[in-house]
């Protein structure tokens, strides 16, 4: 059973068919890859994904459940994380702040707990302190956990996106190039990272990603999007072979 | 005579900060200058005003009264007027719809109520207190401290609870706020909430201190206080509240040293003045616009 379904997914900006008929299924605890030349439509597939904009045709299902027309944050809530290729942190917020926001709100812990400082209130908020404690520390920010997060470095706030992702424990986790602009020894932490993720939270992964050799490593299964349109799907040894992928994106040396 | 007039200068300044942090703190989050905010306060010193002479309410009762009238006013001027334009339009509709709302609950509130000027019965007795050479009276007393709680009551809720540092992420990327989990929409709702509360007990509390209350008063406060958040630094809570301090002592020093003609365009003299030197306000930060 697949966690995510995109039945025939078209998205139209003012004419501009930025997505055409994507059909995908993501199946539990994969690591999904989405590859493809700068323009393909990746980031507005992810954005379709989690309710940025509802698609212009298509059925987009979630464990089984039709999301299309959801705002944003009902599909965070239901359990789709996400990521920026832009990081988008709250700068001015910190480290343990931006992950505690993120965090499933429960109903009798809201405003007038708040206020009250009832003993619901406090509760929650101890839970989700330990919680987002344990998650900052697992992703090596724990002696930063004080600091905003605009002091932390490119590499940090990378991880620090992927912990705020995770507080609110989707079971589908969307990266938006995770690793874009990181060194080789910072792929390669990052690779674990991705793996241990996956296997110690039980979650998919569906991410998008342009460095070949991260994604043909961690990725299970791989789809190729250009032009809007998926062009190609299949295993990494698969997609390296195909005649199409290499043409339009990989290139006669890949 | 300056520690007098400093005093005078510092009530009217709190009041302008009570109203001034609606204004910025719905600004932070949707960049919409909120323009039926001054008509929230004005609705806030009617509805205390009515607790008073018709159930005999004490000022706190009036005002805590107010207070929660306004607040549902406030998220219900949101609902009908600004949400359903958001995300679909131009940034100028919002504000457009703000001047209707606005337009709409003054002229309202003149059917109503009549346009004449309403007197506050005697709520709080006025006595006054000699400090050293000033002269404190009862009501300056209630309007500094309460302003005072106020505020610090806002400081807490922004910067330690769940619904604050929500507000935190909201005013810093709402979009990403929502991807997070974060309904937006409530969020705003208690922005507007939290905002009319405070001008409400801020239009009480006037009220009472000037003995007069009218269905256009808060044409001039709003605008006075909208000064006051911009000269703070516009989405800058701590910005508004020293924007507020800042214009009602500067006026009150215009009146008293200078001329009382003179008292609003002290005011928005000193508002353009500081806008040339520091385009982001006193707080405000400065805006690297994107490429």
């Known amino acids: ?23 995908l299924q993501v199946p539990r605890h994969a690591i999904f890859g989405i590859i493809g030349p700068n323009g393909a439509g990746k980031t507005t597939l992810f954005n379709v994904i989690t309710g940025i904009y509802p698609p212009t045709e298509g059925q987009l299902l979630f464990q089984q459940q039709p999301i299309a027309s959801w705002s944003s944050h009902k599909v965070a809530r239901l359990g789709v994380g996400r990521t920026f290729q832009n990081i988008r942190l709250f700068n001015r917020l910190s480290v343990l702040d931006n992950v505690k926001v993120a965090a499933n709100w429960n109903r009798s812990a809201g405003f007038w707990a708040s206020i009250l400082g009832l003993p619901s209130y406090s509760r929650e908020q101890k839970h989700c302190q330990e919680k ?9 920010l724990y002696d930063k956990r004080m600091e905003y997060a605009q002091s932390l470095s490119y590499g940090e706030q990378r991880r620090l996106e992927i912990a705020r992702a995770l507080i609110a424990e989707p079971s589908l986790l969307l990266l938006d190039e995770p690793a874009a602009g990181m060194n080789s020894s910072e792929k390669i932490e990052l690779m674990d990272l991705i793996w241990k993720i996956r296997d110690d939270m039980q979650l998919t992964i569906l991410l998008v990603e342009h460095d070949m050799h991260l994604v043909m490593s961690i990725c299970e299964q791989i789809a190729v999007l250009d032009y809007g349109r998926k062009i190609a799907e299949g295993r990494p040894e698969q997609i390296k072979s195909d005649p199409r992928v290499i043409q339009s994106y990989l290139g006669v040396e890949a | 005579m300056i520690w007098q007039q400093l005093l005078n200068g510092l ?6 900060a009570l109203i001034a942090l609606g204004y910025t703190m719905v600004y932070g989050i949707v960049q919409l200058i909120n323009f039926a905010h001054g008509e929230i306060y004005m609705v806030g010193a009617f509805v205390g005003l009515f607790l008073v002479t018709v159930w005999d309410a004490n000022l706190a009762v009036a005002m805590l009264g107010a ?12 609902r009908i007027a600004y949400r359903p334009l958001r995300g679909k339009s131009s940034r100028l509709s919002p504000l457009i719809s703000a001047l209707g709302a606005s337009i709409f609950l003054s002229t309202l509130m003149a059917l109503i109520a009549g346009v004449n000027t309403r007197r506050y ?7 006054s207190y000699a400090l050293g050479p000033v002269q404190l009276s009862s009501m300056q007393v209630i309007i500094l401290l309460v302003s005072a709680a106020l505020m610090i009551g806002l400081q807490f809720l922004v910067a330690h609870t769940r619904i604050g540092k929500a507000m935190r992420a909201c005013s810093q990327d709402l979009d990403a706020s929502a991807l997070m989990g974060i309904n937006v929409n ?9 905002g009319s509360a405070l001008a409400a007990a801020g239009g009480v509390m006037v009220g009472v201190y000037y003995n007069a209350v009218w269905p256009y008063m808060g044409t001039l406060a709003g605008l006075k206080a909208f000064a006051a958040a911009v000269l703070g630094g516009i989405g800058s809570i701590p910005g508004a509240m020293l924007g507020g301090l800042t214009l009602g002592i500067l006026e009150i020093m215009g009146v008293a040293y200078i001329s009382s003609s003179f008292k609003d365009a002290i005011a928005f003299g000193i508002l353009i003045i500081v806008l040339i030197i520091r385009p982001q306000g006193i707080l405000g930060e400065k805006i690297n616009k994107k490429v």
Request: glycine share 12%; with cysteine.
């Open chain 1, 1 to 23: 059973m697949p966690v995510l379904e995109l039945r025939g997914i078209s998205q139209e900006f003012g004419g501009l068919r930025a997505l055409d008929g994507i059909d």
């Open chain 1, 132 to 140: 987002a404690e344990a998650l900052i520390d697992m992703l090596g």
């Open chain 2, 11 to 16: 009530t009217l300044g709190s009041t302008y």
């Open chain 2, 67 to 78: 207070m929660a009238v306004c607040m549902l006013l406030g998220v219900l001027v949101e």
């Open chain 2, 121 to 127: 019965p005697a709520v709080q007795d006025v006595g």
């Open chain 2, 186 to 194: 409530r969020v705003i709702s208690y922005t507007f909430a939290i």
